[in-house]
C-alpha cells in the first residue's frame, strides 16, 4: 500500500486500529505525544499504568510503539480490557495486584466502561488496589495545587487529552507528516498537489488551528482517530473517482461525514457574512491578497449558466479566500461570538486583571439567570424560590445575601503535575471560595460559559437550559450557608418578578418593615 | 330530615377508604399533600390568620380582604414609619409578597380554604377537603415500623421543618412575632394513625423514602431544608400517583401498568406510546374500583346470588338511591350500563361492578373521576404532560422529578463506584415498573404485553434507546451520571 492509500483509509475509521497495523505503518504514522513520554517514565519506574480512554483515542498505538522496550522490561501488558470476559477479570486483577506488590510494571489498555468495571471488580478482590485506584482517578485532573502523592498507580486518561490544545495542538504535527508522506504522490493529481502545497502555508495552517480551537470550544472529545480521519479527508478525498466530492482541502473539510467534521461544519466560512466581501467574491473585485492565486473563474460569469453552479462556486471562493487569502481576518472576526469569546476567556484567565473581567461577567450573567434586568457584576446575589407545583414555573424569588465578587476565585482544571506533558485544554472553569478547599464549586462547563456569554450579550435567559439554573441555584444556596455569604445590609431584601424582570426592596430593620423602595432597579 | 341512605355514595366512599386516599378532588395540590404530611410528621398547627391577611393583596376583589390602610392601622406597631407608611408602598408590598407565598395558586380570600407557601413550620394548618388525605395516606407508610423502626425520612421533614431561618421564612418574621407568643401560635394535634399493612406498592413507596431520604444526606442535598421539602413533597405526590396506578396489581393481582418516561426528545414512537401508557395508567385505576366493588358486593351479600343476572338487574331494581339521583334517572342509567357489559360477554356480577364503578364516577362525582385526578396530579407532580389544554396527555417526565425518582431508586452510598445506566433501568422496572429504555428488548417486550406497543409506530424499538440516552443526558447534567465516549452511561454522586 502505498502512502496515499494509506492515508485515504484513515478517514472513518479504516485503517485506524492499530492492532491491524504492522509495524512499519505504526511508524509512518509516529506522531509524538507527550503522552508517551510520560507512559515510559512511569514505566521506568515501575509503575501500574492505567492507560484508559475512549475507542480510538490511542491506547493500542502507544503500546505497540512501546513494544520492543516492554518486551526487554517483561512488563505486564494488557491491551485491550474490551477483550476481557467477565469470568477472566479476576485473572487480570490478580495479575495487577502481583506486579503491584512485587514492584514490577504493568500497562493496561481499557477503555473508559471496562475500566469502570475493572475498579468494581477490584473492591472486594483487592481493597488497597481499589482504593488507590479511586484516589488516583480523583485526582488527575486539579484546581490550584495539590498535595497528593503518587505511589504504585498512575492513570493516563486520554480522554482528558486534548490534541486541539491551543498551544500542543497536534493538527500542525499531522498535517506535516501528511504533507510529507504525500510528497511521494507527487504529480498523481494536481488537486492533491495544490493541498500538499497549501497546507506548507503559515497562513493557511493558522487559520486551520484557529477553526480547530473553536470547535474545541464545543466540550466535546474528539479521539485521534477523528482528527487523523478529518485531516486525511480534506488532503485525499480529491483522489476519490467521484464527481460529487468536493476536491480541494478547504472545501472537503466542510463535507466529510465523521463527528468531528459536523462540529467544523458549524463553523464553515460560507455561514460568515460580510455583504460588500461577498459581493467582491460574487463579482470576481477580489483579487488582491491570495496566497495561492486568485481564483481562475468567479461566480458572476457562472449567473447566466446556472445560478447554482454560481452559488457552488461562490461557496468554494470563500472558504479559499478564509484560508488563503491574507485579508481574511476580517471574516474570521464574525465567528460565533460565544465560541471566540469561550476561547478568549481560557487564553486570557491567566492575567489576574483579565480573570476579575471574566468573574464580573459571569456574576453579572448568573445574576440575570433570576432577574433579567440587574446589572450586578461585583456582587453574586443569593436567589430562592420555592414552589411544589412543577406544572408552573415560579415567578418570584427573593434574596437577602450575596457573595463579594472579591471573595470567589475563577479557576479552571489542570492535570496533576506529572501528567503536565500530555496535551490537555481545559473544557471548565469552577467558581469557588478564595482559600476555602471545601469550598462550594460550580462547575461551568463550555455549554453552560456559551450560554453566560450570551446572556451577557443581551439573549433572554429563559434561552439557557433549566438544568443550568437549577445548579446555579444549588451552588449560591451552597454559598449561603458559608461565611462569606453577607447580608445586604440595613435588613434589605430584594424580591424579583421574574416573569417581568423587576424588583422590590422591602427592608426589616429591629422586626420592622419599611416598605420605601427609593427608587427604580 | 333523615339521612338518605345512596348506595353509589357510599359505594364511592368504600373505594377511597380501602384506597387509603380520596380520589376525588381536583384541587389537590402538592402543597395540600405537604400540610397534611407535615401536620402528621410535626403533630403541630400554626395559626397564620394575619401572615394571609398581609399576603392576600387588593388586586383580587373580595370583601374578605383588608384594604392596605387596614393593614397600615392594624399592623403599624410592626411598621418603621408607623402609621405614615405609605399606602402604595404597603399595597405593591403585599403583591409581591402574595407572589412569594402564593406561587402554586393555593391562597384564596377565605383562610380557612388557603395554604400558603411558607417553607418552614409555619405552614402547618389544620386539615381541609383538598388534602384528599393523600399526606395521611403518605405519613401511615412512612411511620409503619419495619424492622422496629419507622422511616427516618420523618426525621428529616421534621429537622427541615423547624428551621425557619431561609430567605422566604425570614420575610414573614416581622409579622409571626409581632402578635403573638410561639406558643400561641402553635397548637398541638392529635394525629389519628392507622396501623396499616404495607402491600407491594406501599412497599416500593417506602423503600422509596428510605432511600431518598439516605441519598440527600449522602449528597448533601439534607442540607437545603427548603430542597428537602420539595423534594419529599415531590416524592409524595408522585408515590400517590403510583399508588393508584399499581394497587390493582398489588391487591388483585391486575396487569402491571408500565410507566414509561417520555424524556421530552421528539421522539413520535415513545410519544404515542407514553400516550397509551398513561391511558392505561387511568384504566388501572378503574379497574381497581371494579375489583373493589365485586369485593364489597360479595361480603355485603345484598345481591341474592351473585351468578343470576335477574339477582343483579333486581340489586338495581331495589337499591336506595337519593331522590336527587333518581330525577337525573341514575337507575336506569345503571342498568342499561348493566346490561351493556352483560351484553359484551361480562360474568353477572363483573358487569354489576363495572355499571356501578361507571354510575360512580358519573352520578356521584361527575367532575371529580379518579382519572381527572390522575391528570391533575400527575402534572403537578411533573409526572404527565404537556401542561395546559394539552388533548393528549403522556408520562412526560420533569427533570426534577426524574431526580426524585433516580434518588428513591438507587443506593449511592452503597455504590461509589456507581452503576450503569441499564441497572438504573432494572431498579426503576423493578421497583414502579417504569420503563426509560435502557433494554430494548425487555422494555419492548413489556410494553408488547400490556398491547402498547402493537399501537404505537413501528419504530418504536429503535427509539428506546435514543430515548435513554437523552434520559441519561439529564441524569448528566444533575451530576447523577457521567457518559464515556464508548457510549456508557454509569450512574453514581461524584464520579
Known sequence: MNSLQFIKKLYNGKNCYSDSLTEDEIALLHIPSGVERIVEEMVDANRIVFLTGNPGDGKTYIIRAMEAKLAQKGVYIEKDMNSVTDEKMNDVIRKIVECYHNNKSCIIAANEFPFFKLIRASRELAPELHNELINVKKNVIIYDYSIFQLRRICIIDLNERNLLDKDRSMVPSIVSKFVELLKDSAGVNPVLDYNVTALQNKLVIDQLLRLFNLVAMSGEHFAIRDVLGTLAYAMTTCTVDDEDINSYYYDALFSGENELMSFIAQFDPVLLSKPSLDEQLWNGEKTDGWLMGAPPKWPKELTDESVEEATKLFKSIKRKFYFENIYSKGLSELQPVDYTYCESIFVSLGSTRSKRGILNMLINSMNRLFLSTDDEKERLRIWTSHSYDLSRETGAAVSTKYVDALDLDLVYPEPISWLKDMEFTPDSLVIKLKRDNNSPKLEIDVTLLRGLISIKNGYPASLLSRQYEQAISQFTQALAATSAARDYGDGELLIANRREGSRKKIFIEDNKYSFHDGGEF | ?495
Not at chain 2, 373521576?369 to 411533573?382: E, K, M, N, Q, Y
Not at chain 2, 455504590?415 to 441499564?422: A, T, W, Y
Open chain 2, 1 to 495: 330530615m333523615a339521612r338518605e341512605v345512596d348506595i353509589l355514595d357510599e359505594y364511592g366512599a368504600e373505594i377511597g377508604a380501602a384506597l387509603g386516599f380520596n380520589t376525588t378532588s381536583n384541587s389537590t395540590k402538592p402543597l395540600s399533600i405537604a400540610n397534611a404530611l407535615f401536620r402528621s410528621c410535626l403533630r403541630t398547627i400554626c395559626d397564620t390568620k394575619d401572615i394571609h391577611e398581609w399576603i392576600v393583596s387588593e388586586r383580587r376583589n373580595s370583601d374578605r380582604i383588608l384594604k392596605s390602610s387596614e393593614i397600615r392601622d392594624k399592623y403599624q406597631h410592626i411598621l418603621v414609619r408607623g402609621a405614615n407608611e405609605s399606602i402604595d408602598d404597603i399595597k405593591e408590598a403585599r403583591f409581591v409578597l402574595e407572589q412569594v407565598f402564593n406561587p402554586d395558586s393555593t391562597v384564596y380570600p377565605s383562610y380557612q380554604d388557603s395554604v400558603m407557601n411558607i417553607p418552614s413550620r409555619w405552614l402547618v394548618r389544620p386539615s381541609f377537603k383538598a388534602e384528599a388525605r393523600i399526606g395521611d395516606f403518605i405519613y401511615e407508610i412512612l411511620s409503619c415500623p419495619i424492622n422496629g423502626k419507622a422511616s427516618p425520612a420523618i426525621e428529616l421533614i421534621k429537622a427541615a421543618l423547624k428551621d425557619d431561618d431561609d430567605d422566604i421564612s425570614r420575610l414573614i418574621k416581622p409579622i409571626l412575632t409581632s402578635a403573638y407568643k410561639d406558643k400561641e401560635r402553635i397548637l398541638d394535634v392529635e394525629i389519628n394513625i392507622q396501623s396499616i399493612s404495607l402491600n407491594s406498592s406501599k412497599q416500593a413507596i417506602r423503600k422509596g423514602f428510605d432511600n431518598l431520604t439516605a441519598n440527600m444526606h449522602y449528597t448533601g442535598q439534607a442540607r437545603n431544608s427548603l430542597l428537602v421539602l420539595k423534594r419529599m413533597v415531590n416524592y409524595a405526590a408522585f408515590a400517590s400517583y403510583y399508588y393508584l396506578v399499581d394497587v390493582n396489581n398489588a391487591e388483585y393481582k391486575g396487569d402491571r401498568i408500565p410507566l414509561l418516561l417520555d424524556s421530552f426528545s421528539d421522539l413520535d414512537a415513545i410519544e404515542r406510546a407514553s400516550e397509551l401508557c398513561y391511558i392505561a395508567c387511568k384504566k388501572s385505576v378503574e379497574a381497581y374500583a371494579v375489583n373493589l366493588l365485586e369485593d364489597i358486593i360479595r361480603r355485603e351479600r345484598l345481591v341474592a346470588d351473585i351468578t343470576s343476572v335477574d339477582a343483579c338487574r333486581a340489586f338495581i331494581k331495589g337499591m336506595p338511591l337519593k331522590s336527587a339521583k333518581e330525577r337525573k334517572n341514575a337507575r336506569d342509567a345503571l342498568l342499561q350500563y348493566f346490561e351493556t357489559f352483560y351484553a359484551g360477554g361480562d360474568e353477572p356480577l363483573r358487569a354489576l361492578s363495572r355499571a356501578l364503578q361507571f354510575a360512580i364516577y358519573t352520578f356521584t362525582y361527575p367532575n371529580n373521576t379518579p382519572s381527572d385526578f390522575c391528570r391533575v396530579l400527575g402534572t403537578r407532580a411533573g409526572l404527565v404532560g404537556p401542561g395546559g389544554g394539552a388533548k393528549f396527555k403522556r408520562l412526560l417526565i420533569h427533570r426534577f422529578l426524574l431526580e426524585t425518582i433516580v434518588l428513591s431508586t438507587v443506593n449511592l452510598k452503597g455504590m461509589p463506584d456507581g452503576i450503569e445506566l441499564r441497572e438504573l433501568g432494572e431498579l426503576l422496572r423493578s421497583q414502579y415498573y417504569i420503563l426509560i429504555g435502557t433494554d430494548t428488548d425487555k422494555d419492548y417486550s413489556l410494553l408488547d404485553q400490556a398491547k402498547i406497543a402493537q399501537d404505537a409506530p413501528e419504530d418504536l424499538r429503535g427509539e428506546l434507546a435514543s430515548n435513554a440516552r437523552s434520559i441519561a443526558d439529564m441524569l448528566i447534567t444533575m451530576g447523577l451520571a457521567k457518559r464515556y465516549a464508548d457510549g456508557v452511561t454509569i450512574i453514581g454522586w461524584g464520579l
